[in-house]
């Protein structure tokens, strides 16, 4: 089993920036990728951006590319997703995932996810 713990959600002005972290604990030996994806009411969950834990090959949305970066820290078991250049388009809970080998970027593709964490971005 995995666990995940996302912290860093929170309400920020258009053009702002927010850091997201995920930590991971339990079998971290079955974690091959980690992910963010994002749910805005009414709407179906999309994938945000993907990092590849051995490799640290990232892969991004087209929707957050140049804006999001998403890093780990391999000695804390944590993931961060760095966001920049705000707006609010971006309102959504914000799910940490960790998954295996495949290099799926949907949502089928990762096995472990978070709770959630709310971003709001306001103009």
């Known amino acids: 089993q995995v666990q995940l713990v996302e912290a860093g959600g929170g309400l920020v002005q258009a053009g702002g920036s927010l850091r997201l972290s995920c930590a991971a604990s339990g079998r971290i030996s079955s974690i091959y990728k980690m992910g963010w994806f994002r749910q805005a009411p009414g709407k179906e969950r999309e994938f945000v951006a993907q990092?590849?834990?051995?490799?640290?090959?990232?892969y991004y949305a087209d929707s957050v590319k140049g804006r999001f970066a998403i890093s780990r820290d391999g000695a804390k078991n944590t993931v961060y997703l760095q966001m920049n250049t705000l707006n609010s388009e971006d309102t959504a809970v914000y799910y940490c995932a960790a998954g295996g080998i495949t290099s799926s970027a949907r949502a089928s593709g990762y096995d472990y996810w978070g709770q959630g964490t709310q971003v709001t971005v306001s103009s």
């Open positions: 990092i590849f834990w051995s490799s640290g090959y990232t």
